[in-house]
């Protein structure tokens, strides 16, 4: 009696088809999984009995009878209870306590004793990866449905616990009919009317003053740019950069799907789609591992958490030297690549960075009225913090001032609202996009201005003469590096398409470098 059903796993981003075999013999009792297994899943054998006992059926524990699990291929090391399902419904179709046709259909999900089930890791990006492969059905924890049906060309169904799983898999003569059917694979009608509007930390107006930095802001969302805001402590940068999100436009269907994916496969996806830009703001305690991602079996950490959003980085300098180094591959290639003694990965990391800091240790540096109490050792230390490379990489850094106590009891004062901001933002996102598909570049289509490689900034962000002449003259001034002279071109095209003029033009070019940081 053989019975082979079908399941997956997630290691990283990456998804391994994995087949499960039950073979049932007579002999004396025993029941065994090979194939590489973890603990978890070596402790399933007295999980699934109790499972199928109490979904009505006997016992593999009962009787005399040798039971073996195979989980192929078996040089592939297997981890966690997602297999549970499929071992429980393997064993009642070798056992031939029911009958169905396994040959297109998948099983994932974790038993609990009273035979339900339980949410899973990464079920959208698995159910992508089952399409791919040709399979027709895929049966998991209802709590999963709902992302997993996201995926075309596949049949998913929710189930709640095993019994009703096998009721709808192999119905009695009592009950013919199915018990639920297939979740709908037609998710954005749903998604466009009742969560996308949700509430934000802040909003651009709740913000009063730091109009400089509310432009640098819509700048950076504009053309998906890196930005820094350097300003004594209580000057509204957390706020600023909490509301930055605000203004950014809603993600596409299939930014959407791999965002939803990423956090599924991490764990931290929750009871809802992930439709809007995503908000990491890890501590600057933050470990290393946790940033970038990592272990044994690498695993997506922040900056990947953050991929199609942004990363806010608070108190920048404070964060570990090597965790700031870390962002230099993610902002330049926005890939991360781990490399770990089990194996290498390379997660999606594109995301804007918005990053802020004090003057100096104290905060009081440069501020009217105030006292800077850190020693020249201090300031050198903090400043170093932050190499040449980072900072190239960074775009716009922007200074955000005190704020005179008159503006703040104002009524009004803040300026616009983030909706205001966000239809002149989706404007210009608007424009990067119909140039870049004008110019026959439509696998380029959705890059933002800051993703212009430096052999398309000819083609996407062309110069006058007189804008070169310019331009050539400030880097030398400035002493700029051949990426941080890209940048600004690429900056300045921005600034151009917020303005809705077709060319990029010195006005833009000189407030593009503006932003450069004052040395």
């Known amino acids: 009696m053989l019975a082979k059903v079908h399941s997956a796993q997630v290691v990283g981003l990456k998804v391994d088809l994995v087949s499960v075999e039950v073979d049932i013999s007579k002999g004396l009792h025993s029941f065994?999984?090979?194939?590489?297994?973890?603990?978890a899943i070596q402790e399933a054998e007295d999980r699934i009995s109790a499972a199928i006992k109490n979904s009505g059926f006997k016992s593999p524990q009962k009787g005399n009878r040798k039971v073996i699990v195979s989980l192929a291929p078996a040089d592939v090391k297997k981890e966690g209870p997602i297999f549970d399902l499929a071992i429980a419904v393997g064993y009642l179709l070798a056992a031939k306590e029911i009958k169905f046709e396994p040959k297109k259909v998948a099983f994932l999900g974790e038993l609990f004793l009273n035979g339900e089930v339980q949410s899973i890791k990464g079920a959208l990006m698995i159910a992508r990866r089952l399409a791919e492969a040709g399979f027709t059905e895929l049966y998991l924890p209802k709590e999963n449905a709902k992302e997993a049906a996201l995926v075309k060309n596949l049949k998913v169904f929710g189930i709640q616990n095993l019994a009703e799983l096998t009721h709808h898999l192999s119905p009695n003569e009592e009950r013919e009919e199915k018990v639920f059917a297939p979740l709908s694979a037609e998710p954005?009608?749903?998604?466009?009317?009742?969560e996308t509007t949700i509430d934000h930390l802040f909003d651009m107006c709740d913000v009063k003053g730091q109009f400089s930095a509310k432009r640098g802001l819509e700048i950076?969302?504009?053309?998906?740019?890196?930005?820094?805001?350097?300003?004594?402590?209580?000057?509204?940068?957390?706020?600023?950069?909490?509301?930055f999100t605000s203004i950014l436009p809603d993600l596409n269907f299939n930014q959407m799907m791999e965002a939803t994916g990423i956090h599924s496969a991490a764990g931290v996806l929750g009871s809802s789609l992930v439709i809007r830009p995503p908000l990491r703001a890890p501590h600057h305690t933050a470990s290393y591992i946790s940033l970038v991602g990592g272990g044994a079996w690498p695993?997506?950490?922040?900056?990947?958490?953050?991929?199609?959003?942004?990363?806010?980085?608070?108190?920048?300098?404070?964060?570990?030297?090597?965790?700031?180094?870390?962002?230099?591959?993610?902002?330049e290639d926005r890939v991360i690549q781990i490399a770990r003694a089990r194996g290498s990965m390379t997660f999606p990391a594109s995301f804007i960075l918005i990053a802020t800091m004090n003057p100096c240790p104290?905060?009081?540096?440069?501020?009217?009225?105030?006292?800077?109490?850190?020693?020249?050792?201090?300031?050198?230390?903090?400043e170093r913090k932050i190499s040449g490379p980072i900072i190239d990489r960074i775009d716009l850094w922007v200074d955000v001032p005190v704020v005179e106590y008159e503006k703040l009891s104002q009524k009004g004062g803040g300026g616009e609202a983030s909706v205001?901001?966000?239809?002149?933002?989706m404007s210009a996102r608007e424009k990067q996009k119909a140039r870049a598909e004008k110019l026959g570049l439509q696998n380029k289509s959705e890059k933002l201005n800051s993703q212009i490689?430096?052999?398309?900034?000819?083609?996407?962000?062309?110069?006058?003469?007189?804008?070169?002449?310019?331009?050539n003259s400030s880097a030398k001034q400035l002493d700029l590096s051949a990426r941080a002279?890209?940048?600004?071109?690429?900056?300045?095209?921005?600034?151009?398409?917020?303005?809705?003029?077709?060319?990029?033009?010195?006005e833009h070019l000189l407030e593009a470098l503006q932003y450069r940081p004052k040395k």
């Open 32 to 39: 065994s999984i090979v194939g590489l297994p973890d603990k």
């Open 188 to 194: 954005p009608a749903e998604i466009s009317e009742t």
């Open 220 to 243: 950076a969302a504009a053309g998906g740019h890196n930005l820094a805001m350097s300003g004594p402590p209580g000057t509204g940068k957390s706020m600023l950069a909490k509301a």
């Open 299 to 331: 695993k997506p950490g922040e900056i990947t958490l953050a991929h199609h959003g942004v990363l806010f980085l608070d108190e920048f300098p404070e964060f570990d030297r090597r965790v700031i180094e870390s962002l230099r591959q993610p902002l």
């Open 362 to 382: 104290c905060g009081h540096k440069g501020v009217r009225g105030k006292e800077c109490i850190c020693s020249p050792m201090a300031l050198m230390k903090y």
């Open 420 to 425: 205001k901001i966000k239809e002149r933002v």
């Open 453 to 471: 490689s430096a052999k398309e900034i000819a083609q996407l962000a062309p110069l006058s003469d007189s804008c070169i002449k310019l331009l």
């Open 485 to 506: 002279y890209h940048r600004i071109i690429k900056l300045a095209r921005t600034i151009a398409d917020l303005a809705n003029d077709t060319d990029i033009k010195e």
